[in-house]
């Protein structure tokens, strides 16, 4: 199965000034992981997605929440805007078209969820048996820290906006 891109937190973690200062508690202007995972908390975020409140994200949950995750502007769609940086997700450069089932210049949670699926994404963040609070933190964080050394800074393509 392809393996998603980090690509993808460039759409997802924009540049958010405010927030980065905001959420790098201890003022040295990176991200550890645990300042991550309390913004991720405080946000709320895996609660949203977690619809049954069973503690974890089932796929459908999952993949809901890419597709809720990768919408910016809230628009219940992806434009090929919002796509651009996520397509890593999904195995590397795929173009808007491959996933525009229905060729209608959007992309709805179906046509995400399988590229999603197609891409292995689920399992890669560790879905055999649901993704858990801590595994869903965990491949945000991975996915965001490009240089792997541990910490996310400025050169790292910023915030999520959704904090």
Do not use: C
């Not at 997802?12 to 201890?26: C, S």
């Not at 890419?66 to 890593?88: F, K, M, Q, R």
């Not at 209608?104 to 963040?125: F, R, T």
């Amino acid at each position: 199965m392809p393996k998603f891109g980090r690509t993808a937190l460039a759409l997802i973690l924009a540049a958010v000034p405010a927030v980065a200062q905001e959420l790098d508690t201890d003022g040295d202007g990176l991200l550890s992981r645990a300042e991550f995972d309390a913004g991720l908390q405080q946000a709320g975020l895996f609660d949203r997605l977690d619809s049954d409140a069973s503690g974890r994200l089932g796929i459908h949950e999952f993949y809901g929440g890419v597709h809720d995750v990768l919408d910016l502007n809230d628009g219940g769609v992806l434009t090929e805007g919002e796509w651009s940086g996520a397509s890593g997700w999904f195995g590397g450069d795929s173009a808007f078209g491959e996933w525009d089932a229905d060729a209608d210049g959007i992309l709805d949670n179906g046509e995400v969820a399988a590229a999603a699926k197609d891409g292995g994404l689920y399992a890669a963040w560790g879905g055999e048996n649901g993704i858990d609070r801590g595994e869903w933190y965990a491949g945000l964080y991975d996915t965001a820290d490009y240089d792997a050394d541990g910490s996310i800074d400025e050169d790292e393509d910023g915030w999520a906006d959704w904090f």
